[in-house]
């Protein structure tokens, strides 16, 4: 589990075909001098597995269906990555609750500056129009932002002068994809609302003289 508060931005090194996946080195300072092989480590929002470190260095295998559901597989050498190390038990939760477990791709759409602060809006597909609400909590490249418009499939989110300097947002360009994670307490939200409305589909008449009613 991750907060969206990102404590680094890396830098790819490579990314190499392994099987049916890839072999991702990434350059990091910070992260290196109290991480562990085994640790979870969130890359744009993926939570990925240290398999190997070095100098300032990390290594991590990602799987195919990460990548089919990610944007893993289009970064090159060179390419800046958000990295946060997985939230640990009493930690105090800065932003909102990220899995690191992506479920869309979106698209930057546009990149304003207001002053000192800065607007990105990014597209996103249809099917997660129902998890996303205006002052909500979405991750962007495993970034927790808050929602301050929504225009049918597209959300415009502010972005303050730390978040912007500290993350790979300051290298987004328009038209760049992004890792998408929508808030879990949205789906929850959705499964215990589902889960009520086929409850109550089966109380019929005949099933309460069953019981005794």
């Known amino acids: 589990m991750f907060t969206g508060l990102i404590e680094e931005v ?3 090194i490579s990314s190499k075909p392994f099987g049916s996946g890839l072999a991702i080195e990434i350059y990091s300072e910070k992260l290196t001098k109290d ?25 991590f295998d990602a799987v195919f269906e990460t990548i089919k559901k990610s944007t893993l597989g289009e970064l090159k050498a060179s390419a800046m990555v958000n990295l946060e190390p997985a939230l640990k038990l009493g930690q105090k939760l800065g932003g909102h609750l990220v899995q690191g477990h992506v479920n869309h791709i979106g698209k930057i759409t546009g990149i ?18 129902k998890y996303i609400v205006k ?5 962007i490249d495993g970034i927790s932002l808050t929602v301050a418009q ?7 989110c502010s972005i303050i002068p730390h978040t912007w300097k500290n993350t790979n947002l300051c290298y987004k360009k328009i038209g760049e994809k992004v890792n998408i994670e ?26 309460l003289k069953k019981i005794g009613y």
Request: net charge negative.
């Open 182 to 207: 929508v808030d879990i307490l949205a789906k929850y939200a959705e499964n215990v609302n589902v889960g009520s409305t086929v409850i109550k589909e089966d109380i019929t008449e005949e099933w």
């Open 35 to 59: 991480a562990k092989v085994g640790d979870s480590i969130a890359v744009n929002g993926v939570c990925l597995t240290i398999t190997k470190i070095t100098t300032n260095h990390i290594y």
């Open 112 to 129: 304003t500056n207001k002053g000192e602060n800065y607007l990105v809006s990014i597209s996103f597909p249809f099917v997660l129009q």
């Open 150 to 156: 929504i225009n049918l499939n597209e959300i415009v």
């Open 10 to 12: 890396g830098k790819i």
């Open 135 to 139: 002052e909500g909590s979405i991750a």
